[in-house]
């Protein structure tokens, strides 16, 4: 790190000094002390001594330390420097003896003492002390034996000069002691700045130091060239702000300002050589560097952090599948949107969209296809909504709106119909084309005190009216669903416990031969004996158990207590041809272990395949045609026998009819209701007729009321009937009853229906 403070004086070594300011140094002291001498000639206080002598003395002494101080350098040895304080001590010596003044200007010692622990450091003191007594007492000496002369008579000279010989050693010792404790501070000094110089340089972390002034570069280390890719001469031509955003530039000038001296912490943004923009955290505190005021820097580089902790915070808020909003961002939008509705904005609303016949789907396809489908019903919300709304994924195929702008409720629902006509083209889902419909509950507010859980509440109210009111549409919400939604919610906890207590009973309906009025099948139909509410019709709690998935359990309850009482009557009947036809819902057929399940019922009744029919509707086979129909060959195989209900209404074609291995048609009640009011429906169910005779298969007309309409049926050949005409839906117990007046009264209907 090039410019830091001044180097130590010594550095643990004594600095040099010039050879120029040690020559005007020791001939300015030698000429002062010539001067002095002059004076003391002129007082006739020399002690008769020529004035050239001292003068001489002085300058043989000064020239013989310019030749040491050149021929030795500034680290002379041990032996050197003693030939050096020695020289210098005996000329001080030699002349305040010879001018005989003695031991009374031994201060004079201290003088050159004092010179030479500047020049050559710590290492004086000894070689100091050995001199200054020597010489003091070689002096004594020469006036003891009277080769000088003294103006201190004797014996008093002798004392005085170990008085003064004492404190001169005093003095020279403490000299030395300071001397030593300035060396070693200033190695420690210099120590100290050597190692934040490699510091400097070899850390691993950026760092620079610039002018606290003009901001601009003084230094740089290795690693801030190699991180930030400028080489170090265009960082030293640039200033702080070049590599920052010019957004970020008023910030770092007023944190300037502030003038804060201590250790500052701060997230930045730098640009790199290449252009890109980084995320730091700096460390900077202020220093001296070169004599001016500075701010040494250390920077980490957070990037990456900063990217992972964007990435979480938008994990924290957004769905991972679909990457919509969730349930928290969404509460949070919502929670906005309705406060801002006391500052006059327009009015708010939640749609809540539940896809459906999702659950067949993800059963039959797989939960991967699943998934896809969930992606692709996302983007497709997207692209019906404007920027300011928010679409949401609260959980499994279910799915929020929030308009923020809704003026009416009127606009609200322009929204849901807006996204049911983008969810009417169909999606490719596992190189399948698949047909997606959605119920959708809207709810708008203008400010009337709900808050964000209140209006998904309602809106998730009219979801489940829009489903029960046919699916596939949008409802907006009323008071009294709420009611609905309550009612709903006490019905599934319910049913789930109805599930565990077998509150569920079957009803069956005859099916009779057209041709005779013989009964030839029964279908069975499920009931729930509701211990409060007693008997429950399927069409209040069937929809609710294919959306939870109860279907599945209760499913498997009928096929085995169909099962069972079929084969009741076959032996109580002695009429083995008396069969039973059970319904299959979308998801039970999705099931993997529906055949097993199957087999299980028929084999612990007794009741041979051929007499179970299982009915499934054409809807069923929408989300995977391919999977259904290897389903029903599986079946098929087994030797059950297969019928579609409710024939016409569904949405496959008739060609696909000769691609499934199905046994009968069961002609929708639409149908049969005006097939004797006019040719149109007549050839209506005349159609099916031909087609299911081209087919080789039987039909069943359901819904049949009145004698013109099974009359009607007959004349087109229909084989089977099944309506109130003959029975309502029958008891176990009643059955038995019904079957025995059947035998004996064939054709004729029964009137207490």
């Known amino acids: ?425 169909p999606l490719a889902v596992a190189s399948k084309e698949l047909f997606v419909y959605a119920s959708i509950g809207v709810a708008w507010t203008a400010g009337d005190e709900l808050d964000a859980g209140a209006l998904v509440r309602n809106a998730d109210a009219a979801m489940y009216r829009a489903k029960a009111e046919g699916k596939g549409c949008a409802r907006l919400f009323e008071p009294a669903m709420h009611t609905a939604s309550l009612e709903r919610l006490e019905l599934e906890t319910d049913l789930r416990r109805a599930v565990a207590a077998g509150e569920f009973v079957l009803h069956y309906q005859p099916v009779v031969s057209a041709r005779d009025g013989q009964v030839v099948s029964f279908e069975a139909l499920v009931r729930w004996q509701h211990p409060t509410r007693g008997l429950i019709e399927p069409e209040e709690f069937i929809p609710l158990t294919e959306e939870n998935g109860l279907i599945v359990d209760i499913g498997r309850w009928v096929l085995t207590e169909a099962c069972r009482q079929a084969r009741a009557w076959q032996l109580h009947h002695h009429d083995d041809t008396l069969s039973v036809a059970v319904n299959l819902s979308a998801r039970q057929l999705a099931e993997i272990g529906l055949v097993h399940d199957v087999a299980r019922a028929v084999a612990a009744s007794g009741l041979q395949p051929g007499c179970l029919t299982l009915e499934i509707t054409e809807s069923v086979l929408i989300a995977d045609p391919d999977r259904a129909v290897a389903r029903l060959r599986q079946l098929k195989a087994f030797g059950v026998r297969l019928a579609i209900d409710d024939f016409g209404t569904g949405y496959s074609s008739l060609s696909s009819l000769q691609h499934l291995p199905v046994d009968a048609l069961k002609i929708d009640k639409t149908f049969v209701d005006g097939v004797a009011a006019g040719p149109e429906a007549t050839g209506l169910v005349e159609a099916i007729m031909r087609l299911a005779g081209t087919l080789a298969l039987e039909t069943v007309a359901e819904g049949v009321e009145r004698p013109e309409q099974l009359q009607s049926l007959q004349e087109l050949g229909c084989a089977q009937i099944q309506g109130f005409y003959f029975s309502r839906p029958l008891s176990a117990d009643d059955v038995e009853t019904f079957l025995r007046a059947n035998r004996a009264a064939a054709l004729e209907p029964n009137t207490s229906a």
Request: charged letters at 20%; one cysteine or more; a negative charge.
């Open 1 to 425: 790190m090039k410019g830091g403070p001044a180097e130590s004086r010594h550095g643990g070594q004594p600095a040099p000094a010039s050879r120029r300011g040690l020559f005007t140094q020791t001939w300015v002291s030698a000429t002062l002390t010539a001067i002095g001498f002059v004076v003391l000639s002129r007082l006739h206080m020399l002690g008769g001594l020529p004035l050239w002598v001292p003068i001489g003395l002085l300058v043989v002494s000064a020239i013989f330390g310019e030749l040491t101080g050149r021929g030795w350098g500034s680290q002379p040895s041990d032996r050197q420097l003693h030939v050096l304080v020695a020289v210098h001590l005996l000329t001080v010596g030699v002349i305040i003896y010879a001018i005989g003044w003695g031991a009374t200007l031994a201060v004079g010692y201290l003088f050159i003492v004092a010179n030479d622990l500047e020049d050559h450091g710590s290492r004086v003191t000894r070689p100091a002390l050995i001199w200054t007594v020597g010489t003091t007492l070689l002096g004594q000496l020469a006036v003891q034996a009277g080769l000088v002369h003294s103006y201190v008579k004797l014996p008093g000279a002798h004392g005085l000069a170990a008085l003064e010989c004492l404190g001169v050693a005093f003095v020279v010792h403490l000299l030395g002691n300071k001397t030593a404790t300035q060396e070693r501070d200033e190695a420690a000094l210099a120590a100290g700045e050597a190692n934040f110089r490699q510091l400097f340089a070899d850390n691993p972390q950026p760092m620079w130091v610039f002018d606290a002034e003009t901001l601009a570069f003084l230094e740089v280390n290795a690693a801030a060239i190699a991180h930030y890719g400028y080489s170090r001469e265009e960082f030293l031509t640039r200033s702080i702000t070049d590599i920052r955003p010019a957004e970020d530039v008023p910030r770092l000038l007023a944190q300037g300002r502030n003038g804060d001296e201590g250790v500052r912490h701060g997230a930045w943004r730098h640009r790199t050589a290449d252009g890109r923009l980084i995320d730091v955290e700096v460390s900077s505190h202020t220093l001296r560097f070169a004599g001016r005021p500075a701010v040494l820097v250390a920077v980490q580089d957070v990037t990456a952090r900063v990217a992972l902790e964007d990435e979480l915070r938008h994990q924290a808020f957004h769905d991972s599948l679909t990457n919509l909003a969730n349930r928290a961002l969404f509460f949070d939008r919502a929670g906005h949107a309705l406060r801002r509705l006391d500052r006059g904005e327009p009015g708010v609303a939640v749609l809540i969209l539940d896809l459906d016949g999702f659950k067949t789907v993800n059963d039959s396809l797989g939960h991967a296809a699943g998934d896809t489908l969930l992606v692709a019903v996302a983007a497709r919300l997207q692209t019906a909504l404007r920027p300011t709304d928010t679409a949401a994924r609260l959980g499994g195929d279910e799915f929020a709106i929030l308009v923020e702008d809704a003026a009416t409720p009127e606009a609200a629902l322009a929204v849901a119909e807006r996204v049911l006509e983008s969810l009417a083209r």
